[in-house]
DNA sequence: TCGTGACGCACC
DNA sequence: AAACGGTGCGTCACGA
Protein backbone atom coordinates (compact mmCIF):
# COMPACT_ATOMS: atom_id res chain seq x y z
CA UNK A 1 0.00 0.00 0.00
CA UNK A 2 1.27 3.17 -1.18
CA UNK A 3 -0.97 5.82 1.83
CA UNK A 4 -0.58 9.75 0.84
CA UNK A 5 -1.30 11.81 4.37
CA UNK A 6 -3.03 14.82 3.42
CA UNK A 7 -4.64 18.01 5.24
CA UNK A 8 -8.02 19.72 4.75
CA UNK A 9 -7.81 22.23 6.81
CA UNK A 10 -6.94 20.73 10.19
CA UNK A 11 -8.16 17.84 9.60
CA UNK A 12 -6.06 14.83 8.43
CA UNK A 13 -7.43 13.03 5.68
CA UNK A 14 -5.53 9.83 3.58
CA UNK A 15 -4.89 8.54 -0.05
CA UNK A 16 -4.20 5.34 -0.35
CA UNK A 17 -3.54 3.43 -3.25
CA UNK A 18 -4.06 -0.32 -3.70
CA UNK A 19 -0.87 -2.21 -4.80
CA UNK A 20 -1.25 -5.85 -3.60
CA UNK A 21 -3.89 -8.66 -2.46
CA UNK A 22 -3.49 -7.41 0.75
CA UNK A 23 -4.27 -3.64 -0.11
CA UNK A 24 -7.57 -5.01 -1.57
CA UNK A 25 -8.82 -6.74 1.28
CA UNK A 26 -7.89 -3.84 3.46
CA UNK A 27 -10.17 -1.75 0.92
CA UNK A 28 -12.63 -4.29 1.07
CA UNK A 29 -13.01 -4.22 4.20
CA UNK A 30 -13.10 -0.11 4.43
CA UNK A 31 -15.76 -0.12 1.67
CA UNK A 32 -17.95 -2.70 3.69
CA UNK A 33 -18.01 -0.19 6.80
CA UNK A 34 -18.04 2.61 4.28
CA UNK A 35 -21.08 2.12 2.54
CA UNK A 36 -23.27 1.26 5.44
CA UNK A 37 -22.38 4.69 6.94
CA UNK A 38 -23.47 6.83 4.41
CA UNK A 39 -22.68 8.45 0.54
CA UNK A 40 -19.46 7.01 -1.18
CA UNK A 41 -17.29 9.36 -2.96
CA UNK A 42 -17.05 7.23 -6.91
CA UNK A 43 -14.65 9.04 -9.16
CA UNK A 44 -12.70 8.20 -12.61
CA UNK A 45 -9.30 8.77 -14.19
CA UNK A 46 -9.55 7.88 -17.58
CA UNK A 47 -7.09 8.46 -20.24
CA UNK A 48 -9.45 11.23 -22.03
CA UNK A 49 -12.82 12.22 -22.72
CA UNK A 50 -14.28 9.77 -25.20
CA UNK A 51 -15.40 7.00 -23.24
CA UNK A 52 -17.27 5.48 -26.78
CA UNK A 53 -14.13 6.22 -28.98
CA UNK A 54 -11.09 5.18 -27.92
CA UNK A 55 -10.34 6.26 -24.78
CA UNK A 56 -10.77 4.29 -21.20
CA UNK A 57 -10.32 3.59 -17.49
CA UNK A 58 -6.67 3.92 -15.73
CA UNK A 59 -8.22 4.36 -12.26
CA UNK A 60 -11.46 3.70 -10.08
CA UNK A 61 -11.28 6.03 -6.75
CA UNK A 62 -13.38 5.71 -3.86
CA UNK A 63 -13.96 7.60 -0.93
CA UNK A 64 -15.31 9.24 2.51
CA UNK A 65 -14.82 12.12 4.04
CA UNK A 66 -11.55 11.02 5.40
CA UNK A 67 -10.12 8.47 3.24
CA UNK A 68 -9.57 7.93 -0.68
CA UNK A 69 -8.68 4.69 -2.39
CA UNK A 70 -7.12 4.79 -5.47
CA UNK A 71 -7.69 1.31 -7.64
CA UNK A 72 -5.68 1.38 -10.37
CA UNK A 73 -7.75 -0.69 -12.66
CA UNK A 74 -5.82 -0.34 -15.92
CA UNK A 75 -3.26 -2.59 -14.37
CA UNK A 76 -5.14 -6.09 -13.82
CA UNK A 77 -8.47 -7.24 -14.54
CA UNK A 78 -8.58 -8.42 -10.99
CA UNK A 79 -8.55 -4.36 -9.50
CA UNK A 80 -11.34 -3.92 -12.38
CA UNK A 81 -13.36 -6.72 -11.06
CA UNK A 82 -13.05 -5.34 -7.64
CA UNK A 83 -13.86 -1.44 -8.77
CA UNK A 84 -16.79 -3.24 -10.50
CA UNK A 85 -18.19 -5.18 -7.78
CA UNK A 86 -18.40 -2.30 -5.22
CA UNK A 87 -19.87 -0.16 -7.75
CA UNK A 88 -23.11 -2.45 -8.06
CA UNK A 89 -22.94 -3.01 -4.02
CA UNK A 90 -22.24 0.62 -2.81
CA UNK A 91 -26.51 1.94 -1.90
CA UNK A 92 -25.38 5.09 -2.55
CA UNK A 93 -22.67 6.87 -4.54
CA UNK A 94 -22.00 10.77 -4.62
CA UNK A 95 -19.09 12.46 -7.34
CA UNK A 96 -18.88 15.52 -8.78
CA UNK A 97 -20.14 15.13 -13.07
CA UNK A 98 -21.17 11.89 -11.91
CA UNK A 99 -22.69 11.01 -15.18
CA UNK A 100 -19.19 11.54 -16.61
CA UNK A 101 -17.98 8.08 -14.58
CA UNK A 102 -21.13 6.21 -14.74
CA UNK A 103 -20.53 6.46 -18.91
CA UNK A 104 -17.26 5.03 -18.68
CA UNK A 105 -18.05 2.59 -15.92
CA UNK A 106 -21.81 1.92 -17.74
CA UNK A 107 -18.55 1.11 -21.27
CA UNK A 108 -15.67 -0.43 -19.64
CA UNK A 109 -16.34 -1.55 -16.26
CA UNK A 110 -19.98 -3.32 -17.30
CA UNK A 111 -22.14 -1.69 -14.59
CA UNK A 112 -24.90 -0.29 -16.36
CA UNK A 113 -26.32 3.26 -16.39
CA UNK A 114 -29.85 1.86 -15.44
CA UNK A 115 -27.74 0.33 -12.29
CA UNK A 116 -25.99 3.04 -11.13
CA UNK A 117 -28.07 6.43 -11.71
CA UNK A 118 -30.58 5.74 -9.75
CA UNK A 119 -28.13 5.15 -6.63
CA UNK A 120 -25.87 8.29 -7.65
CA UNK A 121 -26.41 11.67 -6.69
CA UNK A 122 -24.31 14.48 -8.59
CA UNK A 123 -22.85 17.71 -6.84
CA UNK A 124 -22.72 19.13 -10.10
CA UNK A 125 -26.85 19.47 -9.78
CA UNK A 126 -26.94 20.34 -6.39
CA UNK A 127 -24.48 23.14 -7.33
CA UNK A 128 -26.56 24.64 -10.18
CA UNK A 129 -29.99 24.18 -8.47
CA UNK A 130 -27.89 26.57 -5.38
CA UNK A 131 -26.64 28.72 -7.94
CA UNK A 132 -26.76 28.30 -11.98
CA UNK A 133 -24.25 31.10 -12.11
CA UNK A 134 -21.70 30.80 -14.43
CA UNK A 135 -18.08 32.18 -13.68
CA UNK A 136 -18.05 34.63 -16.60
CA UNK A 137 -21.63 35.82 -15.37
CA UNK A 138 -20.44 36.38 -12.05
CA UNK A 139 -20.72 33.52 -10.45
CA UNK A 140 -18.33 31.28 -8.53
CA UNK A 141 -18.84 28.36 -11.48
CA UNK A 142 -19.15 24.76 -11.17
CA UNK A 143 -16.09 23.23 -11.38
CA UNK A 144 -14.88 21.04 -8.47
CA UNK A 145 -11.89 23.46 -7.26
CA UNK A 146 -14.28 26.52 -7.04
CA UNK A 147 -16.77 24.56 -5.27
CA UNK A 148 -14.13 23.25 -3.11
CA UNK A 149 -12.69 26.95 -2.54
CA UNK A 150 -16.07 28.14 -1.70
CA UNK A 151 -17.13 25.11 0.51
CA UNK A 152 -14.49 22.94 1.82
CA UNK A 153 -11.16 24.49 1.88
CA UNK A 154 -9.38 27.13 -0.40
CA UNK A 155 -6.06 26.40 0.25
CA UNK A 156 -7.01 22.42 -0.77
CA UNK A 157 -8.29 23.47 -4.02
CA UNK A 158 -5.50 25.88 -4.90
CA UNK A 159 -3.30 22.76 -4.27
CA UNK A 160 -5.44 20.69 -6.24
CA UNK A 161 -5.44 22.39 -9.27
CA UNK A 162 -1.85 23.03 -8.80
CA UNK A 163 -1.06 19.53 -9.10
CA UNK A 164 -2.55 18.74 -12.39
CA UNK A 165 -0.37 22.52 -13.39
CA UNK A 166 2.37 21.08 -12.61
CA UNK A 167 1.73 17.34 -13.61
CA UNK A 168 1.49 18.63 -17.21
CA UNK A 169 4.69 20.69 -16.84
CA UNK A 170 6.81 17.91 -15.55
CA UNK A 171 5.24 15.87 -18.65
CA UNK A 172 6.15 18.58 -21.03
CA UNK A 173 2.68 18.43 -22.25
CA UNK A 174 -1.03 20.33 -22.11
CA UNK A 175 -3.52 19.52 -19.04
CA UNK A 176 -5.63 17.72 -21.58
CA UNK A 177 -2.69 15.13 -22.76
CA UNK A 178 -1.60 14.49 -19.47
CA UNK A 179 -4.11 12.08 -18.49
CA UNK A 180 -3.25 9.57 -20.98
CA UNK A 181 0.32 9.67 -20.46
CA UNK A 182 1.42 10.11 -16.93
CA UNK A 183 2.71 7.02 -14.84
CA UNK A 184 0.35 5.44 -13.35
CA UNK A 185 2.04 5.26 -10.08
CA UNK A 186 3.03 8.82 -10.31
CA UNK A 187 2.42 10.39 -6.74
CA UNK A 188 1.16 13.70 -7.28
CA UNK A 189 -1.33 12.01 -10.13
CA UNK A 190 -2.39 9.63 -7.22
CA UNK A 191 -3.31 12.27 -4.41
CA UNK A 192 -5.05 14.55 -6.97
CA UNK A 193 -7.30 10.96 -8.13
CA UNK A 194 -7.81 9.68 -4.57
CA UNK A 195 -8.75 13.81 -3.22
CA UNK A 196 -12.22 13.59 -5.75
CA UNK A 197 -14.19 11.07 -3.62
CA UNK A 198 -13.48 12.77 -0.53
CA UNK A 199 -14.17 16.10 -1.98
CA UNK A 200 -17.29 14.84 -3.67
CA UNK A 201 -18.47 13.42 -0.15
CA UNK A 202 -17.77 16.79 1.82
CA UNK A 203 -19.11 18.46 -0.77
CA UNK A 204 -22.72 16.61 -0.77
CA UNK A 205 -22.70 17.15 2.59
CA UNK A 206 -22.17 21.22 2.45
CA UNK A 207 -24.65 21.16 -0.45
CA UNK A 208 -27.66 19.21 -0.30
CA UNK A 209 -28.69 21.38 2.60
CA UNK A 210 -28.13 24.26 0.64
CA UNK A 211 -30.74 23.79 -1.86
CA UNK A 212 -33.44 26.60 -1.66
CA UNK A 213 -36.54 24.93 -0.76
CA UNK A 214 -39.23 25.53 -3.36
CA UNK A 215 -36.19 24.00 -5.33
CA UNK A 216 -35.60 20.40 -3.55
CA UNK A 217 -38.80 18.64 -5.39
CA UNK A 218 -35.62 18.92 -8.10
CA UNK A 219 -33.45 17.02 -7.10
CA UNK A 220 -34.45 13.67 -7.84
CA UNK A 221 -36.30 15.17 -10.97
CA UNK A 222 -32.58 16.41 -12.29
CA UNK A 223 -31.16 13.05 -11.53
CA UNK A 224 -33.47 11.28 -13.57
CA UNK A 225 -33.15 13.91 -16.62
CA UNK A 226 -29.66 13.08 -16.29
CA UNK A 227 -30.01 9.58 -16.68
CA UNK A 228 -32.16 9.71 -19.29
CA UNK A 229 -29.93 12.04 -20.91
CA UNK A 230 -26.97 9.63 -20.72
CA UNK A 231 -28.91 6.45 -22.20
CA UNK A 232 -29.94 8.56 -24.79
CA UNK A 233 -26.23 10.03 -25.73
CA UNK A 234 -25.03 5.73 -25.02
CA UNK A 235 -27.48 5.10 -27.48
CA UNK A 236 -25.67 6.94 -30.12
CA UNK A 237 -26.68 8.21 -33.90
CA UNK A 238 -25.44 6.41 -36.71
CA UNK A 239 -23.26 7.89 -39.48
CA UNK A 240 -23.74 7.51 -43.12
CA UNK A 241 -19.92 6.99 -43.56
CA UNK A 242 -19.24 7.19 -47.08
CA UNK A 243 -21.63 10.19 -47.65
CA UNK A 244 -20.07 11.98 -44.53
CA UNK A 245 -16.77 11.35 -46.16
CA UNK A 246 -17.60 12.06 -49.79
CA UNK A 247 -18.94 15.52 -48.51
CA UNK A 248 -15.71 16.10 -46.25
CA UNK A 249 -13.73 15.67 -50.03
CA UNK A 250 -16.28 18.28 -51.43
CA UNK A 251 -15.88 20.76 -49.03
CA UNK A 252 -12.34 20.92 -48.83
CA UNK A 253 -12.44 20.84 -52.57
CA UNK A 254 -14.94 23.88 -52.22
CA UNK A 255 -12.56 25.82 -50.03
CA UNK A 256 -9.92 25.52 -51.79
CA UNK A 257 -11.23 27.14 -54.83
CA UNK A 258 -12.74 29.84 -53.20
CA UNK A 259 -9.78 30.28 -51.07
CA UNK A 260 -7.30 30.23 -53.51
CA UNK A 261 -9.62 32.93 -55.66
CA UNK A 262 -9.15 35.26 -52.34
CA UNK A 263 -5.58 34.74 -52.47
CA UNK A 264 -4.93 35.40 -56.66
CA UNK A 265 -7.33 37.59 -57.42
CA UNK A 266 -6.72 40.02 -53.99
CA UNK A 267 -4.34 38.64 -51.95
CA UNK A 268 -6.23 37.49 -49.29
CA UNK A 269 -4.07 35.08 -47.29
CA UNK A 270 -6.64 33.81 -44.80
CA UNK A 271 -10.24 34.42 -45.29
CA UNK A 272 -10.94 33.43 -42.01
CA UNK A 273 -9.03 36.23 -40.66
CA UNK A 274 -11.15 39.58 -40.84
CA UNK A 275 -7.60 41.78 -40.63
CA UNK A 276 -7.06 40.48 -44.00
CA UNK A 277 -10.25 40.19 -45.70
CA UNK A 278 -10.57 44.15 -44.44
CA UNK A 279 -7.29 44.89 -45.89
CA UNK A 280 -8.20 42.78 -49.30
CA UNK A 281 -11.58 45.07 -49.61
CA UNK A 282 -9.83 48.23 -48.68
CA UNK A 283 -7.42 48.10 -51.77
CA UNK A 284 -9.74 47.90 -53.84
CA UNK A 285 -10.89 51.11 -52.32
CA UNK A 286 -14.05 49.68 -50.44
CA UNK A 287 -14.98 51.60 -46.76
CA UNK A 288 -16.08 50.00 -43.96
CA UNK A 289 -18.47 51.22 -42.35
CA UNK A 290 -18.45 49.52 -39.22
CA UNK A 291 -15.93 49.14 -36.53
CA UNK A 292 -15.90 46.03 -33.46
CA UNK A 293 -16.54 46.85 -29.80
CA UNK A 294 -12.68 47.22 -29.82
CA UNK A 295 -12.25 49.40 -32.88
CA UNK A 296 -11.39 46.61 -35.35
CA UNK A 297 -12.89 46.33 -39.38
CA UNK A 298 -16.30 44.79 -38.29
CA UNK A 299 -16.14 42.20 -41.06
CA UNK A 300 -19.27 39.99 -40.55
CA UNK A 301 -21.84 37.92 -42.35
CA UNK A 302 -23.86 41.04 -42.71
CA UNK A 303 -21.29 42.99 -44.10
CA UNK A 304 -20.49 40.43 -46.78
CA UNK A 305 -23.85 39.45 -47.57
CA UNK A 306 -24.75 43.60 -48.49
CA UNK A 307 -21.59 43.19 -50.95
CA UNK A 308 -22.64 40.13 -52.53
CA UNK A 309 -24.15 40.32 -56.02
CA UNK A 310 -25.89 38.20 -58.73
CA UNK A 311 -23.27 38.58 -60.88
CA UNK A 312 -20.08 39.75 -59.51
CA UNK A 313 -17.09 42.11 -61.49
CA UNK A 314 -14.21 39.80 -61.78
CA UNK A 315 -12.14 41.85 -59.10
CA UNK A 316 -14.69 43.68 -57.46
CA UNK A 317 -15.76 43.85 -53.93
CA UNK A 318 -18.56 41.22 -54.68
CA UNK A 319 -16.20 39.33 -56.11
CA UNK A 320 -14.04 38.72 -52.94
CA UNK A 321 -17.05 39.05 -50.77
CA UNK A 322 -18.37 35.88 -52.55
CA UNK A 323 -15.49 34.22 -52.47
CA UNK A 324 -14.61 34.67 -48.82
CA UNK A 325 -18.24 33.72 -48.05
CA UNK A 326 -17.68 30.43 -49.99
CA UNK A 327 -14.47 29.75 -48.07
CA UNK A 328 -15.73 30.19 -44.72
CA UNK A 329 -18.69 28.28 -44.94
CA UNK A 330 -17.10 25.49 -46.71
CA UNK A 331 -14.46 25.27 -43.99
CA UNK A 332 -16.74 25.62 -41.51
CA UNK A 333 -19.01 22.58 -42.26
CA UNK A 334 -16.05 20.25 -42.96
CA UNK A 335 -13.95 21.38 -40.04
CA UNK A 336 -16.92 21.67 -37.17
CA UNK A 337 -19.05 19.12 -38.74
CA UNK A 338 -18.44 16.66 -41.22
CA UNK A 339 -14.97 15.88 -40.07
CA UNK A 340 -15.44 15.76 -36.67
CA UNK A 341 -18.37 13.09 -36.69
CA UNK A 342 -15.89 10.71 -39.28
CA UNK A 343 -13.39 11.03 -36.74
CA UNK A 344 -15.38 10.43 -33.52
CA UNK A 345 -17.25 7.20 -34.60
CA UNK A 346 -17.10 4.06 -32.08
CA UNK A 347 -16.60 0.37 -33.60
CA UNK A 348 -20.05 0.31 -35.15
CA UNK A 349 -20.13 3.87 -36.76
CA UNK A 350 -22.11 5.55 -34.16
CA UNK A 351 -21.72 8.93 -33.04
CA UNK A 352 -22.63 9.52 -29.26
CA UNK A 353 -23.57 13.18 -28.11
CA UNK A 354 -22.62 13.87 -24.97
CA UNK A 355 -25.43 16.15 -23.51
CA UNK A 356 -25.50 18.43 -20.36
CA UNK A 357 -28.72 18.24 -19.09
CA UNK A 358 -28.79 21.05 -17.04
CA UNK A 359 -26.18 23.63 -18.16
CA UNK A 360 -27.69 27.15 -18.62
CA UNK A 361 -28.56 29.65 -16.14
CA UNK A 362 -32.40 28.94 -17.09
CA UNK A 363 -31.31 24.89 -17.05
CA UNK A 364 -31.22 24.67 -21.06
CA UNK A 365 -29.44 21.73 -21.87
CA UNK A 366 -26.38 21.99 -23.62
CA UNK A 367 -24.91 18.84 -26.48
CA UNK A 368 -21.50 18.55 -27.79
CA UNK A 369 -19.99 15.65 -29.22
CA UNK A 370 -23.09 15.98 -32.05
CA UNK A 371 -23.36 19.61 -31.43
CA UNK A 372 -26.45 19.13 -32.90
CA UNK A 373 -27.89 22.80 -31.38
CA UNK A 374 -26.25 24.40 -34.42
CA UNK A 375 -26.38 22.32 -37.08
CA UNK A 376 -27.10 24.20 -40.38
CA UNK A 377 -31.10 24.21 -40.40
CA UNK A 378 -31.85 25.66 -43.82
CA UNK A 379 -29.57 22.68 -45.31
CA UNK A 380 -29.61 19.61 -45.20
CA UNK A 381 -26.75 18.67 -46.45
CA UNK A 382 -24.61 17.98 -42.98
CA UNK A 383 -27.91 16.58 -41.04
CA UNK A 384 -27.76 13.89 -43.84
CA UNK A 385 -25.04 12.51 -42.26
CA UNK A 386 -26.62 11.08 -39.61
CA UNK A 387 -29.01 8.26 -40.30
CA UNK A 388 -31.77 5.58 -39.35
CA UNK A 389 -30.66 2.28 -38.04
CA UNK A 390 -31.16 -0.94 -40.11
CA UNK A 391 -34.81 -1.21 -40.72
CA UNK A 392 -35.95 2.75 -39.02
CA UNK A 393 -36.92 5.49 -40.25
CA UNK A 394 -36.02 9.54 -39.07
CA UNK A 395 -38.75 10.95 -37.03
CA UNK A 396 -38.52 14.18 -35.82
CA UNK A 397 -41.22 15.22 -32.89
CA UNK A 398 -41.33 18.75 -31.85
CA UNK A 399 -43.42 21.50 -29.49
CA UNK A 400 -45.62 24.07 -31.56
CA UNK A 401 -44.67 27.76 -30.95
CA UNK A 402 -43.41 26.21 -27.49
CA UNK A 403 -42.13 29.64 -26.13
CA UNK A 404 -44.93 31.45 -26.76
CA UNK A 405 -47.38 28.51 -25.79
CA UNK A 406 -45.25 28.63 -22.44
CA UNK A 407 -45.68 32.94 -22.41
CA UNK A 408 -49.36 32.39 -22.52
CA UNK A 409 -49.34 30.31 -19.53
CA UNK A 410 -47.12 31.88 -17.21
CA UNK A 411 -48.99 35.05 -18.34
CA UNK A 412 -52.63 34.10 -18.44
CA UNK A 413 -53.22 36.32 -20.68
CA UNK A 414 -57.00 35.72 -22.34
CA UNK A 415 -56.02 36.56 -26.09
CA UNK A 416 -52.57 34.85 -26.02
CA UNK A 417 -54.78 31.60 -24.40
CA UNK A 418 -57.64 31.44 -26.72
CA UNK A 419 -55.57 32.10 -29.62
CA UNK A 420 -53.08 29.00 -29.04
CA UNK A 421 -57.01 27.09 -27.60
CA UNK A 422 -57.88 27.82 -31.40
CA UNK A 423 -54.92 27.26 -33.20
CA UNK A 424 -55.21 30.94 -34.34
CA UNK A 425 -52.05 32.23 -36.09
CA UNK A 426 -50.68 34.47 -33.12
CA UNK A 427 -48.10 35.99 -35.57
CA UNK A 428 -50.99 37.32 -37.57
CA UNK A 429 -53.16 38.79 -34.90
CA UNK A 430 -49.99 40.51 -33.35
CA UNK A 431 -49.61 41.86 -36.66
CA UNK A 432 -52.98 43.09 -37.21
CA UNK A 433 -53.09 44.27 -33.96
CA UNK A 434 -49.93 46.84 -34.87
CA UNK A 435 -51.11 47.41 -37.97
CA UNK A 436 -48.08 45.57 -39.72
CA UNK A 437 -46.80 42.77 -42.32
CA UNK A 438 -47.33 39.07 -40.44
CA UNK A 439 -43.20 39.16 -40.67
CA UNK A 440 -42.75 41.66 -38.23
CA UNK A 441 -45.50 40.55 -35.65
CA UNK A 442 -43.51 37.21 -35.39
CA UNK A 443 -40.26 39.03 -35.03
CA UNK A 444 -42.29 41.23 -32.13
CA UNK A 445 -43.57 38.24 -30.65
CA UNK A 446 -39.89 36.55 -30.79
CA UNK A 447 -38.52 39.62 -29.18
CA UNK A 448 -41.07 40.02 -26.65
CA UNK A 449 -39.73 36.44 -25.65
CA UNK A 450 -36.23 37.55 -25.84
CA UNK A 451 -36.90 41.04 -23.69
CA UNK A 452 -36.16 43.03 -26.80
CA UNK A 453 -36.92 46.58 -27.02
CA UNK A 454 -38.33 49.05 -30.04
CA UNK A 455 -34.75 49.60 -31.59
CA UNK A 456 -34.13 45.88 -31.95
CA UNK A 457 -37.18 45.05 -33.62
CA UNK A 458 -36.95 48.03 -35.90
CA UNK A 459 -32.86 46.71 -36.92
CA UNK A 460 -33.92 43.00 -37.40
CA UNK A 461 -37.73 44.03 -39.35
CA UNK A 462 -36.24 46.94 -41.21
CA UNK A 463 -38.60 49.24 -40.13
CA UNK A 464 -38.28 52.91 -39.14
CA UNK A 465 -37.98 53.04 -35.25
CA UNK A 466 -41.71 54.82 -34.68
CA UNK A 467 -43.25 51.72 -36.68
CA UNK A 468 -41.43 49.61 -33.99
CA UNK A 469 -42.42 51.61 -31.12
CA UNK A 470 -45.98 51.34 -31.80
CA UNK A 471 -46.03 47.78 -32.61
CA UNK A 472 -44.62 47.26 -29.26
CA UNK A 473 -47.05 49.37 -27.83
CA UNK A 474 -49.74 47.50 -29.35
CA UNK A 475 -48.06 44.29 -28.00
CA UNK A 476 -48.99 45.29 -24.49
CA UNK A 477 -51.94 47.19 -25.54
CA UNK A 478 -53.21 43.16 -27.19
CA UNK A 479 -52.16 41.33 -24.73
CA UNK A 480 -52.25 43.08 -21.63
CA UNK A 481 -51.66 39.97 -19.70
CA UNK A 482 -48.22 39.77 -20.78
CA UNK A 483 -47.30 43.34 -20.16
CA UNK A 484 -48.14 42.84 -16.61
CA UNK A 485 -45.82 39.52 -16.13
CA UNK A 486 -43.72 41.39 -17.51
CA UNK A 487 -43.90 44.12 -14.69
CA UNK A 488 -44.02 42.18 -12.03
CA UNK A 489 -41.12 39.80 -13.56
CA UNK A 490 -38.59 43.02 -13.55
CA UNK A 491 -39.73 44.28 -10.26
CA UNK A 492 -39.39 40.65 -8.72
CA UNK A 493 -35.61 40.87 -10.10
CA UNK A 494 -35.01 43.99 -8.72
CA UNK A 495 -36.56 43.58 -5.83
CA UNK A 496 -34.85 40.19 -4.81
CA UNK A 497 -31.72 40.14 -7.80
CA UNK A 498 -33.28 37.05 -8.38
CA UNK A 499 -36.54 35.61 -9.96
CA UNK A 500 -38.39 31.64 -9.30
CA UNK A 501 -39.78 29.81 -11.77
CA UNK A 502 -43.22 28.04 -12.25
CA UNK A 503 -41.03 25.17 -11.56
CA UNK A 504 -39.31 26.67 -8.61
CA UNK A 505 -36.05 27.23 -10.16
CA UNK A 506 -34.07 29.99 -8.71
CA UNK A 507 -32.53 32.20 -11.06
CA UNK A 508 -29.90 35.46 -10.04
CA UNK A 509 -30.92 38.68 -12.69
CA UNK A 510 -28.50 40.93 -12.83
CA UNK A 511 -29.93 44.10 -11.76
CA UNK A 512 -28.64 46.10 -14.39
CA UNK A 513 -30.60 43.47 -16.96
CA UNK A 514 -34.14 43.24 -15.02
CA UNK A 515 -35.95 43.03 -18.04
CA UNK A 516 -33.85 39.68 -18.58
CA UNK A 517 -35.89 37.84 -15.95
CA UNK A 518 -39.20 37.65 -17.97
CA UNK A 519 -37.40 35.41 -20.95
CA UNK A 520 -35.55 33.49 -18.09
CA UNK A 521 -38.86 32.69 -17.20
CA UNK A 522 -40.47 31.50 -20.22
CA UNK A 523 -36.78 29.68 -21.55
CA UNK A 524 -36.51 27.80 -17.79
CA UNK A 525 -40.18 26.77 -17.90
CA UNK A 526 -40.12 25.56 -21.86
CA UNK A 527 -36.90 23.22 -20.64
CA UNK A 528 -38.88 21.99 -18.22
CA UNK A 529 -41.37 21.09 -20.15
CA UNK A 530 -39.20 19.63 -22.37
CA UNK A 531 -37.77 18.05 -19.81
CA UNK A 532 -40.70 16.63 -18.22
CA UNK A 533 -41.86 15.39 -21.55
CA UNK A 534 -38.13 13.41 -21.86
CA UNK A 535 -40.00 11.84 -18.58
CA UNK A 536 -42.78 10.74 -20.07
CA UNK A 537 -40.99 8.94 -23.34
CA UNK A 538 -38.84 7.35 -20.57
CA UNK A 539 -41.50 5.92 -18.76
CA UNK A 540 -43.48 5.10 -21.95
CA UNK A 541 -40.00 2.84 -23.57
CA UNK A 542 -39.08 4.61 -25.81
CA UNK A 543 -35.41 6.10 -25.03
CA UNK A 544 -33.82 2.89 -26.64
CA UNK A 545 -35.15 4.80 -29.85
CA UNK A 546 -34.10 8.39 -28.90
CA UNK A 547 -31.09 10.21 -30.41
CA UNK A 548 -30.81 13.60 -30.03
CA UNK A 549 -32.95 16.28 -27.78
CA UNK A 550 -32.87 19.99 -28.95
CA UNK A 551 -34.21 22.24 -26.98
CA UNK A 552 -37.68 22.33 -27.92
CA UNK A 553 -37.39 18.70 -30.29
CA UNK A 554 -37.13 15.38 -30.34
CA UNK A 555 -35.09 13.19 -32.79
CA UNK A 556 -35.62 9.05 -32.43
CA UNK A 557 -34.75 6.40 -34.93
CA UNK A 558 -38.36 4.10 -35.16
CA UNK A 559 -38.81 1.29 -37.04
CA UNK A 560 -40.16 2.01 -40.43
CA UNK A 561 -43.44 0.16 -40.01
CA UNK A 562 -44.08 1.25 -37.17
CA UNK A 563 -42.90 4.81 -37.47
CA UNK A 564 -46.62 6.09 -38.35
CA UNK A 565 -48.03 5.43 -34.78
CA UNK A 566 -44.89 5.55 -32.76
CA UNK A 567 -44.32 9.09 -33.81
CA UNK A 568 -47.88 10.13 -32.98
CA UNK A 569 -46.97 8.02 -29.32
CA UNK A 570 -43.90 10.05 -28.70
CA UNK A 571 -46.00 13.47 -29.51
CA UNK A 572 -48.75 11.96 -27.02
CA UNK A 573 -46.20 11.60 -24.40
CA UNK A 574 -44.83 14.85 -24.92
CA UNK A 575 -47.83 17.09 -25.55
CA UNK A 576 -48.95 18.32 -21.74
CA UNK A 577 -50.72 21.22 -20.17
CA UNK A 578 -49.46 24.17 -18.46
CA UNK A 579 -51.83 25.89 -16.42
CA UNK A 580 -54.92 25.28 -19.02
CA UNK A 581 -52.67 25.81 -22.22
CA UNK A 582 -52.01 23.48 -24.70
CA UNK A 583 -48.30 22.91 -24.98
CA UNK A 584 -49.08 20.97 -28.05
CA UNK A 585 -46.58 18.88 -30.27
CA UNK A 586 -46.25 18.12 -33.88
CA UNK A 587 -44.73 14.49 -35.48
CA UNK A 588 -42.96 14.45 -38.30
CA UNK A 589 -41.48 11.47 -40.46
CA UNK A 590 -38.63 12.37 -42.05
CA UNK A 591 -36.87 9.70 -43.86
CA UNK A 592 -33.85 7.27 -43.73
CA UNK A 593 -31.51 10.32 -42.85
CA UNK A 594 -31.99 13.57 -40.47
CA UNK A 595 -31.63 15.44 -43.27
CA UNK A 596 -34.56 13.88 -44.77
CA UNK A 597 -36.62 16.52 -43.09
CA UNK A 598 -34.64 19.36 -44.09
CA UNK A 599 -34.98 19.14 -47.77
CA UNK A 600 -36.73 21.43 -49.67
CA UNK A 601 -38.21 22.01 -52.75
C1' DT B 1 3.98 26.66 -27.38
C1' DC B 2 0.11 27.24 -24.65
C1' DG B 3 -3.82 29.59 -22.90
C1' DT B 4 -7.10 33.20 -23.61
C1' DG B 5 -9.95 37.05 -25.37
C1' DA B 6 -12.09 38.87 -29.43
C1' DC B 7 -14.83 37.92 -33.08
C1' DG B 8 -17.91 35.60 -35.96
C1' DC B 9 -21.56 32.33 -36.69
C1' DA B 10 -24.45 28.07 -36.33
C1' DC B 11 -28.91 26.92 -33.81
C1' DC B 12 -33.47 27.40 -30.58
C1' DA C 1 -38.06 55.29 -21.49
C1' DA C 2 -35.55 51.41 -22.89
C1' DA C 3 -33.78 47.02 -22.50
C1' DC C 4 -32.19 40.66 -27.55
C1' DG C 5 -32.44 35.50 -23.96
C1' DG C 6 -29.49 31.14 -24.31
C1' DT C 7 -25.74 27.70 -26.14
C1' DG C 8 -20.90 25.63 -28.56
C1' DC C 9 -17.02 26.13 -31.29
C1' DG C 10 -13.61 27.61 -34.94
C1' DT C 11 -9.87 30.88 -36.17
C1' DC C 12 -6.98 34.69 -35.35
C1' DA C 13 -4.02 37.51 -32.64
C1' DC C 14 -1.54 38.23 -28.72
C1' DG C 15 0.92 37.87 -24.31
C1' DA C 16 3.25 34.84 -20.83
Sequence with gaps: MRDYPYKIGSEQVTVRVVENAEDLAAFEEWATRAMSAGAVGVDCETTGLE?????????VQFGDAYTGWVLPVEKSP???????????????????????????????????LEDTWPRSRDTYIYSHLIDPLEVKDGGIGHSLEALTRKYVDAKTADEVKGSITGLAKEYKTTKDKVWSIVDIDHPGYNLYAGMDPILAVRLFQKLEPKVPSVSAHLVPYEHLVAMICSLIDRNGF???????????????????????????????????????????????????????????????????????????????????????????????????????????????????????????????????GIPAQTLPSGDWIVRRCFIADPGQTIVSVDYKAQELRVLAALSGDPTMRAAFA????????????????????????????????AAKLADNAGVPFPVAKRVIQAFAAKYPGVAELSKS?????????????????????????????????????????????????????????????????????????????????????????????????????????????????
Design 489 to 601: TQAEAKRNGRIVTATGRVIPVDPDRAYAGLNYKIQSASRDVTARGLINLHNAGFTPYMRLVVHDEVVASLPIEHAEYGSREIARHMRMDLRGVDIDTDPEIYGMSWGHGYIKD
Design 422 to 453: EDADLHQLTADAAGVDRKVGKMANFLQVYGGG
Design 238 to 368: LLDQEYSQGLSDKLRADEEYAAAHAMLWFGVESVNSTDDVASGLMDLGFRIPGRTATGKYKVDKALLDSLVVDDPEIGSPAHLAAAVQEAKRASKWRSSWVDKFLNGTDAEGRIHPYTNPLRARTARMSIT
Design 78 to 112: RLAAVAAEYVRRIPLMVGHNIGFDLRFIDRHLGVS
Design 51 to 59: MYAGDTLRT
